[in-house]
């Protein structure tokens, strides 16, 4: 298939173009400079002009709780325009199969764990990434409005737990939490630190899967279309503590310290856990342990990053 991903050079975008399966497709992967998202205009001419068979929306303004809390403006108008522009021009282009990536921070912060898919807009969002989530939110809907409306239309939600491994960024200011403590654990260690801060009571329980396994999935979702469903988690279906992936994350990179908590930060939700039924009934697990991810982040941090 000829096949258009945006966000071709992101963490998840670069991890589905680089899987080996992805080479008996054409891939339309334009950059940013290449292609504007936020320009409605461009993108209708771009994809009525290439006529892909299938787009994979994974672009995106991204961060962790820092950035979404400095930024909320940019966070929710960004990606509700660039959602919006794809999603639209797919459609009156007559593109007819397309993947959303969505992100389980448009689950209630009080809903029940495991978070299931149906309890989108079931309840307050949490507060700290609530742009963010909002943006989502009206693009899982959208594909849900168009497919309702007609049919032939596969416009289908993937909702993926936190992820984290090549490409990520590394920047405490605008990374998720698992590759900001890599780094922050890397220069302590560096810096012979003998302590180092976490966040809270390091209790809140969070799922992170390697960015290479949510590739795999997307090899399997596109060779069974069909059968995926309208919306559906991707993660492991477990989760660990903060206090667990700081121990995790030490362990791999040697660091010997110890940890103390700032009881005055920010935490997020207690827990975001996906409810894995419907992954398990399409057929697909992930792949990669946490100390096995962890060890391949690390290595493409001191090859890339650190260098």
Not at 152 to 165: A, D, E, M, W
Not at 193 to 202: L, N
């Amino acid at each position: 298939m000829k096949i258009f991903i945006t966000g071709a050079s992101g963490m998840v975008g670069r991890n589905i173009v680089e899987h080996p399966l992805m080479a008996k497709h054409s891939l339309l992967t334009p950059n940013s400079k290449e292609l504007n998202l936020l320009d409605s205009s461009a993108v209708s001419h771009y994809v009525e002009a290439n006529q892909p068979d299938m787009i994979i929306h994974c672009a995106g303004k991204v961060g962790g709780i820092q950035a979404n809390i400095a930024e909320p403006v940019d966070f929710l108008v960004h990606n509700i325009d660039i959602g919006r522009n794809v999603i639209m021009a797919a459609k009156s282009s007559g593109v007819k199969q397309l993947i959303n990536m969505s992100s389980s921070c448009m689950y209630p912060r009080a809903a029940q764990n495991p978070l299931a898919e149906e309890l989108i807009l079931q309840g307050e969002l949490e507060p700290t990434n609530e742009g963010y989530a909002i943006a989502k939110i009206m693009a899982t809907r959208l594909c849900e409005y168009i497919t309702r409306e007609d049919a032939t239309y596969h416009y289908k939600t993937v909702i993926p737990c936190n992820l984290y491994g090549r490409y990520d960024k590394f920047d405490p200011k605008h990374s998720h939490m698992l590759p900001a403590v890599i780094k922050k654990i890397h220069e302590a260690k560096e810096a012979n630190k003998m302590e180092i801060d976490i966040w809270g009571d390091g209790t809140a329980r969070r799922e992170f899967m390697y960015a290479g396994d949510l590739a795999d999935f997307i090899v399997y979702a596109i060779e069974k279309f069909e059968k995926m469903p309208q919306n559906i988690n991707v993660g492991l279906g477990h989760d660990y503590t903060i206090n667990e992936y700081y121990e995790a994350i030490a362990k791999v990179i040697g660091y010997k310290g110890k940890f103390v908590h700032d009881l005055s930060k920010p935490v997020g939700m207690k827990q975001k856990l996906i409810d894995d039924t419907k992954l398990k009934m399409f057929g697909w697990k992930y792949q990669t342990s946490l100390e096995s991810g962890i060890e391949k982040t690390y290595a493409y941090y001191n090859k890339e990053v650190v260098k």
